[in-house]
């Protein structure tokens, strides 16, 4: 068995993913009950959640709305009449012994991902489109948990609305598939669509892949890798899935239809069910749902109110605010941030201060924040468009504008009033700037002499002591120009 | 006194009660001592609430000793069908899965009977989930015809009918999927109201079949069951099937005659195995129609001999699928199992009655995959084409008379087989599957003295015409007691 990348060059995987999308409603999919998450067990339940004797689904079009967004922002095709179904099963955290989801009439089908990826080291950006199947709205089951002999049952996520987000065959890598994850995981908080937290189980994802000899079209046996719940496991989990089958096959075995669950702790993915057990779920139409329809209003109103995409954003800021493709990444990941940087470059009313800004969110404003979200931030768009003026009008150094920033975070001071309350302005003026430097070549004549002997490096020495003398407040090129001029002794 | 009362019926208890003629205590108290001297004999009750019911009477008698207005149904004594959820009150759908199960809930209907004033006196006995034509498949103890205690009372909401004939309520709620009003109130000799389906919301209902399933009103009188259906019906936002229109004024089209109005005969419900003197007393009910002034037709809707075939494809397909919440883990009987498929199994063969496994079993096959086409959905087209017969046929006439069932109730264990029992829901499936509404009046007795019933079949929500119709049968046939009032 030789590495990945030497496999890769002989057999391809054929990946398609299934997305399990937690939708951002206050309320259960077919029930008033609310939603939450680490509330006590069973507390946040009715009737309907239960599936008591008796009781009935009455459809949140919250969650339609939501999908819908989803459906629009993937250029699906919305159907104006759809259904939900029954899907059968047993299991302790399936209430009613049946899901209510979509079966042969999903709310959105044909719509595609953009995934936006560098062109090679610093090639053009590609947009590529991983299509979708379909997309569905349907209900969350609760949560088993097993204790020695017995197990609990918390149905607390039961009647959640999920969205299932279902792609075609169409990603070829581990590391594709991973990044479509990306994609779709920003896609979705962007639309406000879900909260997208993964270590909550907001966002699940099932994976059927397969591999195929290079120049093959029939598609080779599948296997469905089941319970890969974050993005390295996505990749690690597809990337041990083609490695099991490629070893099969090349020592002439053939792959078996199969359902896998991927044990993130043990790094391997252990058979779950066979073909043969592969559940007859009886689908039909749920007789107390009617079919769920789309009317021009909804819809207008989906669209009127959708905001820009994260793949368009990211092309926006490498065009129009010259950012790399990676900072521009980074900025786009979540809306709130790129929505920061696009008030800041309103606020500052010119765009060539757009890259300063990003670099000062990049490198200082998200190492502060920590993690936390930027709405946190005491610091705002207006505030930050002020600080990094001051320093493009020469009002004070990058060196300084760091320390405003500090001062600013810490008292929410505006930068202008932080830099007069301190005399941080910077030294521009010449006749100061000159006696300072006057001042520091009196005081240190050997090393004057060794400079003037040749020893040229020492000018950062002298620049260095005059930075020193004045709080960091003269201006860095005028004292380095001013310095070497009289240490030239003209 | 106490019989007086039991008989006096639903609107004229209530006015009673509203003027202060009687209390709702002394109403309740009277009903309750009929149920404790009577009901051993019939089995009407699974639960008698006596606390409970005294308990509402008292409040509804504060309610009017303090001005306030008691509601249409004050004190008014009624009993529930044990497949209605009843908040606090054992709710077993008659099987033993639910043995012991206290509903945290009310149905809709429930609800909206306690706040017209209505006194719930208990659960009364039916068909295991109501899958049944006789009450014998209930999974507690039998319930008897008042007319004939050797006879069934009919099925499903047997002890719906049985307890008003009887006079151990002055109303019921039953539930018809197939005809499970209609014909029991037919056997029983009292009025049975399966109103349009989405009238009366299904929050509470213990489904049976969804698409089907219409909680409804049995009562001594026409007016006494529109009464009922009044407070009940309209839209309810937890059923998203009930519909979004008023509750129809069908106090208001009691008197209204029938001058003018079309009435179609069926044909076919006179072609097959139906009794002579069932026959002849529909076609009784037909004169007296005419004999007030309205007109007499014969019609024809051609697919009702599928309707038996589709109906019990869609009903079992859709009971399977609606049982499979009776799992053992969070409510009803759970069986003693090491292994959890085991568990399932062992709860649900342990709680399921034969006719209801039947009916999952059947259902189960008509939903595998692969052939959902070939038995739901053909199923369903089918539905429609019985749906479109009524439709051609309310653009000749305004009403469809019709028999309730082939014959007057049959013998306990007379129907030896399931195929024998489901013929006799033949005439009554239809309007399910069509969605209209149909209400069971009596028309006189056969010579064995047991009820006979005919049913009025009305356009969707159309309830009034169809009370116009069943006043006037009422007025020529009245409704009769049982012998000895069914204590006999």
Redesign the interface.
């Known amino acids: 068995m030789t590495d990945l990348a030497t496999v890769l060059e002989i057999w391809e995987p054929v990946i398609g993913l299934e997305v399990h999308i937690q939708l951002a409603t206050e309320s259960k999919a077919f029930s008033a009950s609310a939603t939450g998450f680490g509330a006590p067990p069973n507390s946040l339940t009715d009737?309907t959640v239960?599936?008591?004797?008796?009781?009935?689904?009455?459809?949140n079009v919250r969650a339609l709305e939501l999908a819908l967004r989803l459906g629009v922002a993937t250029g699906s095709k919305i159907r104006a009449r759809c259904r939900f179904a029954?899907k059968?099963y047993?299991y302790?955290d399936l209430?009613?012994?049946?899901q209510i989801s979509q079966y042969d009439e999903p709310l959105c089908e044909d719509g595609a991902v953009e995934v936006m990826v560098a062109g090679g080291a610093s090639g053009p950006l590609e947009r590529r489109k991983v299509r979708l199947q379909r997309i569905h709205l349907e209900e969350d089951a609760g949560k088993n948990t097993h204790h020695g002999t017995s197990s609990l049952?918390d149905l607390n996520r039961a009647g959640v609305p999920l969205c299932e987000v279902v792609t075609l065959p169409d990603l070829h890598s581990a590391a594709d598939a991973a990044e479509y994850m990306r994609a779709l995981h920003r896609l979705v908080r962007y639309l406000g669509v879900s909260e997208g937290d993964m270590e909550k189980g907001q966002l699940r994802c099932d994976a059927n892949v397969s591999v195929r000899r290079r120049g093959e079209d029939r598609l080779g046996t599948r296997t469905e890798l089941k319970n890969i719940n974050s993005f390295r496991f996505v990749q690690k989990a597809i990337e041990h899935e083609i490695g099991r089958q490629v070893r099969i096959l090349e020592d002439g075995g053939a792959v078996e239809r199969e359902t896998r669950l991927w044990d993130a702790s043990a790094g391997v993915s252990q058979p779950m069910r066979s073909k043969e057990e592969i559940a007859?779920?009886?689908?039909?139409p749920d007789?107390?749902?009617?079919p769920l329809t789309v009317d021009g209003a909804t819809m207008r109103k989906v669209i009127t109110t959708m905001p820009e995409l994260p793949a368009p954003k990211l092309e926006r800021f490498v065009r129009e605010y010259g950012l790399t493709f990676d900072d521009a990444a980074t900025l786009t990941a979540e809306r709130e941030l790129a929505d920061f940087l696009d008030a800041a470059v309103r606020a500052a009313g010119n765009g060539a201060l757009a890259r300063p800004m990003a670099s000062f969110m990049l490198n200082e404003l998200l190492r502060v924040l920590d993690g936390r979200p930027i709405g946190q931030s005491p610091v705002t768009p207006v505030a930050l468009a002020e600080l990094v003026g001051l320093v493009a009008s020469d009002v004070i150094s990058g060196k300084i504008a760091k320390d405003v920033f500090t001062s600013m975070w810490e008292t929410g001071d505006a930068a202008r009033v932080i830099v007069e309350r301190d005399g941080l302005r910077q030294i521009s003026d010449e006749a100061t700037l000159r006696s300072m430097c006057e001042q520091i070549i009196a005081d240190n004549p050997k090393q004057v002499e060794l400079y003037r002997a040749g020893k040229e490096s020492l000018l950062g020495f002298f620049v260095g002591l005059v930075m020193k003398a004045s709080d960091g407040k003269a201006n860095p090129g005028l004292t380095t120009e001013l310095m070497k001029k009289l240490l030239a002794g003209s | 006194m106490s019989d007086e009362l039991a008989f006096a019926g639903v609107v004229e208890l209530a006015r009673r009660v509203r003027a202060k003629e009687v209390s709702a205590r002394e109403v309740a108290d009277a009903f309750l001592s009929r149920i404790d001297a009577h009901d051993g004999a019939l089995g009407t009750y699974l639960v008698v609430d006596h606390d409970g019911a005294r308990a509402q009477a008292d409040a509804v008698d504060a309610a009017i000793a303090g001005g306030a207005d008691p509601g249409p149904l004050a004190g008014v004594a009624m009993a529930v069908k044990d497949v209605?959820?009843t908040e606090g009150l054992v709710?077993t759908?008659a099987s033993k899965i639910?043995a012991g199960?206290v509903?945290?809930?009310d149905?809709t209907a429930v609800a909206r009977l306690r706040a017209a004033g209505a006194v719930i006196l208990g659960k009364l006995n039916c068909d295991e989930f109501a899958m049944g034509s006789s009450n014998e498949r209930s999974a507690w103890k039998p319930c008897r015809n008042p007319w004939d205690r050797d006879r069934v009372p009919g099925g499903s909401s047997g002890g719906s009918a049985a307890a008003v004939a009887a006079g151990l309520a002055a109303a019921s709620l039953g539930t018809d999927t197939g005809g499970s009003i209609r014909q029991p109130a037919a056997f029983c000799g009292v009025v049975g109201f399966k109103p349009t389906y989405g009238r009366v919301s299904?929050?509470?209902?213990?489904?049976f079949?969804?698409?089907l399933d219409q909680i409804g009103p049995l009562a001594r009188s026409v007016g006494d069951a529109a009464r009922v259906l009044e407070v009940i019906a309209g839209l309810d936002?937890?059923?998203?099937?009930s519909i979004d229109q008023p509750a129809p004024a069908l106090e208001a089209a009691l008197a209204a005659g029938v001058a003018g109005l079309k009435v179609g005969l069926p044909r076919e419900y006179f072609e097959g195995s139906i009794d002579a003197e069932v026959a002849a007393a529909v076609h009784a009910a037909g004169a007296a129609l005419v004999a007030a002034g309205a007109e007499l037709c014969e019609v024809s809707l051609p697919h009702t001999r599928y309707a038996l075939p589709a109906y019990y494809v869609i009903a079992p397909?859709?009971a399977?699928?609606n049982?499979?919440?009776y799992?053992g883990?969070?409510?009803g009987h759970r069986a003693t199992a090491r292994e959890?498929g085991d568990m399932?199994a062992t709860t649900r063969a342990e709680g399921f009655g034969p006719e209801v496994k039947r009916r999952i079993m059947i259902g189960?096959y008509a939903?595998?995959?692969g052939y959902?086409d070939a038995y739901?959905k053909k199923a369903q087209q089918v539905r429609a084409l019985i749906k479109r017969d009524f439709d051609q046929a309310f653009e000749l006439v305004d009403v469809i008379l019709a028999p309730t069932t082939p014959t007057p109730a049959f013998a306990i264990g007379e129907k030896a087989t399931p195929l024998d029992m489901y013929q006799t829901d033949v005439f009554t499936l239809a309007c399910n599957l069509a969605g209209i509404p149909g209400l069971a009046v009596p028309v006189g007795a056969a010579t064995s003295g047991l009820p006979i019933g005919a049913q009025l079949l009305g356009r969707p929500l159309d309830e009034a015409t169809v009370v116009r119709a069943g006043a006037v049968i009422e007025a020529a046939f009245g409704t009769k007691r049982p012998p000895a009032g069914g204590a006999a």
Do not use: N, Q
């Open positions: 009737p239960l599936g008591l004797p008796g009781a009935l689904p009455s459809f029954r059968h047993f302790p209430p009613k012994g049946y049952v007859d779920y009886r689908y039909f007789p107390d749902l009617p | 209605i959820v709710t759908a639910l199960w509903p945290p809930y149905a299904r929050w509470g209902a213990i489904a079949a969804s698409s936002p937890r059923d998203s099937t397909a859709e399977a699928s049982l499979a919440r799992d883990v969070r409510f959890l399932y189960t939903l595998r995959a959902y739901y």
